[in-house]
């Protein structure tokens, strides 16, 4: 099964750009359709992002639409979060999961969590 690792994450400022990756390893990476979740303090995990298994088919949540844009390069075994135009409301802890379904926008589609990574915008 699938390890994934995200890194990138730390403390910008609003308007500030910042990427995000997630490694995976120990599974068929091309296998999962790969989506983006985060959760700020006191509130449920959110969608940000997904994309299919072979990079042709992106969604993205409201919130983040017009500013973030997901990636994948599946020779190097990762996933990408582009966030530009950071906002304070962005803060939070960014998760990657990967899922041996479909690209889904929902939580309880994805078998595969990353420990998440902080990212912190302030104003």
């Known amino acids: 099964q699938v390890q994934l690792v995200e890194s990138g994450g730390g403390l910008v400022q609003a308007g500030d750009s910042l990427r995000l990756s997630c490694a995976a390893s120990g599974g068929i990476f091309s296998s999962y359709a790969m989506g983006w979740f985060r959760q700020a303090p006191g509130k449920e995990r959110e969608f940000v992002g997904s994309i299919a298994r072979s990079g042709g088919f992106r969604s993205y949540g409201d919130s983040v639409k017009g500013r973030f844009s997901i990636s994948r390069d599946n020779a190097k075994n990762t996933v990408y979060l582009q966030m530009n135009s950071l906002r304070p409301e962005d803060t939070a802890v960014y998760y990657c999961?990967?899922?041996?379904?479909?690209?889904?926008?929902?939580?309880?589609?994805?078998?595969?969590w990353g420990q998440g990574t902080q990212v912190t915008v302030s104003s």
């Open positions: 999961a990967g899922s041996l379904m479909y690209s889904s926008t929902k939580e309880k589609d994805y078998g595969y």
